[in-house]
């Protein structure tokens, strides 16, 4: 493992159900015309980096707002696709509180979907990649799910990922600071 490595991490552009709100893990939508806007002004910042991997989540928003910033050859891991809500996919937290009170994705089970253990694993496969090129790698994913990639690439469980606001479209990079892993940027 190098420690010149960083992980930088893209949030997909908007999509019709994140713009209201609504947790979207395995239903495949498409981006929003101004989340495709929006992914287009990534590629100035992400053109000059050289990155040693590129990754996508094979959900088609995550592969376009990939495409649009530049990179429309990343390669495709299904490590990094978003949370499975289970049961309360296509819902928003208030409708799942009114039978469910105080539930969060870090803090309660989600019927149906992942444990946080799950997600977990995936995601540690997700960093032992990253920290294995020599150079910068690039991940193109999901909210959740990239909020509790930056938890364990930091060596934090999953459920750390609850004090990472992520909005759509941004550019966080995860990186080293004397031997320890940090977060050099965040939801920029």
């Known amino acids: 493992m190098g420690l010149v490595n960083e992980l930088w991490l893209v949030r997909h552009g908007p999509t019709e159900w994140?713009?209201?709100?609504?947790?979207?893990s395995t239903t495949d939508l498409p981006l929003l015309?101004?989340?495709?806007d929006v992914a287009r002004t990534l590629e100035p910042r992400l053109a000059e980096v050289g990155f040693a991997l590129v990754l996508t989540s094979p959900r088609q928003r995550a592969r376009r707002t990939a495409e649009l910033a530049g990179f429309p050859d990343a390669e495709v891991d299904d490590d990094l696709v978003e949370w499975d809500y289970g049961d309360y996919e296509g819902i928003t937290t208030p409708q799942i509180r009114e039978t469910d009170p105080g539930w969060t994705i870090w803090t309660h089970?989600?019927?149906g979907g992942e444990t946080a253990d799950?997600?977990?694993?995936?995601?540690?496969?997700v960093v032992a990649r990253a920290r294995?090129?020599?150079?910068?790698?690039?991940?193109?994913?999901?909210g959740h799910a990239l909020r509790a990639?930056?938890?364990?690439w930091l060596g934090r469980p999953v459920t750390t990922g609850r004090f990472f606001q992520l909005d759509t479209a941004t550019v966080s990079v995860l990186g080293w600071e004397h031997a320890e892993p940090v977060l050099r940027r965040w939801n920029a």
């Open 149 to 152: 990639l930056a938890a364990r």
């Open 33 to 36: 015309p101004e989340g495709e």
């Open 109 to 111: 089970p989600t019927p």
């Open 118 to 125: 799950q997600v977990s694993d995936r995601l540690d496969r």
């Open 132 to 142: 294995s090129v020599d150079g910068p790698a690039l991940a193109f994913g999901h």
């Open 18 to 24: 994140s713009v209201a709100g609504r947790h979207t």
